[in-house]
């Protein structure tokens, strides 16, 4: 089986723009989180999306949305870049949205707001 | 506020030495208990996990952890490291039962295993 993929890898914007972070869970996965990782903060939860729904949100501004799609797959919005969002963006998918069920990771996109 | 911490952020070992890391959590009531591992170059892992029954678990390439409520505690053992354990180890929580996939993670805990 194909693992989380995330694209793109890497990201650069300039502040003030926005950026579109995709997220290709695992197949048969209906379950996708997304996590910000910092130095400072560690991974924090931003979102989690089953079946197409919103399920849970994190305690981030409402610059940060997301969205999935029917076949599963995530996206990820951050309107009005800032430096502070420069970090790296974690996507995982799980088989289902009970709170024990472990999830699978991607390998993430640096983004880098200058 | 929720929060989960980690005792030791970066932690240098020789092989076949011990290792046990620390996981504290703050969070009175059911919880599901995660260790996920992050080795260089790779996308995190769960190492293992407990949400009810033996409260010592087991998991991959040897590791085991223990939950003790009392000490709201979940720490991470393995009686003898390799080379190949060097990573970055994360302890996470969900609190609650159900459908909470809300997890908290603790900011890791570097080890270095030196052959």
């Known amino acids: 089986k194909a693992g989380v993929t995330q694209t793109p890898r890497y990201l650069i914007k300039t502040r003030g723009q926005q950026v579109t972070l995709s997220c290709s869970p695992i197949?048969?996965?209906?379950?996708v989180s997304w996590y910000q990782q910092t130095p400072g903060q560690g991974l924090q939860f931003l979102f989690e999306?089953?079946?197409?729904?919103?399920?849970n949100k994190g305690n981030f501004p409402g610059r940060f949305s997301g969205r999935q799609f029917s076949n599963s797959r995530s996206e990820m919005n951050v309107s009005t870049l800032e430096l502070g969002d420069s970090a790296l963006y974690l996507c995982?998918?799980?088989?289902?949205?009970?709170?024990?069920?472990?999830?699978?990771f991607g390998n993430g996109t640096r983004l880098t707001v200058t | 506020a929720q929060s989960v911490s980690q005792h030791n952020h970066h932690v240098i070992l020789s092989e076949a030495a011990s290792l046990e890391l620390g996981c504290n959590y703050s969070?009175?009531?059911?919880?599901?208990l995660f260790w996920y591992v992050q080795y260089p170059g790779q996308h995190l892992q769960l190492l293992l996990k407990?949400?009810?029954?033996d409260p010592l678990v087991k998991g991959i390439k040897g590791f085991e952890a223990e939950f003790i409520k009392s000490k709201f505690s979940f720490n991470l053992r393995k009686p003898s490291v390799q080379w190949s354990d060097t990573a970055e180890y994360f302890c996470a929580v969900t609190p609650g039962a159900g459908n909470n996939r809300k997890l908290i993670w603790g900011l890791g805990t570097s080890l270095a295993v030196n052959p």
């Open positions: 995982a998918s799980s088989s289902s949205d009970r709170g024990n069920s472990p999830l699978h």
């Open positions: 407990y949400f009810s029954g």
């Open positions: 197949s048969g996965h209906r379950s």
């Open positions: 969070y009175g009531g059911t919880v599901n």
């Open positions: 999306y089953f079946s197409e729904t919103q399920r």
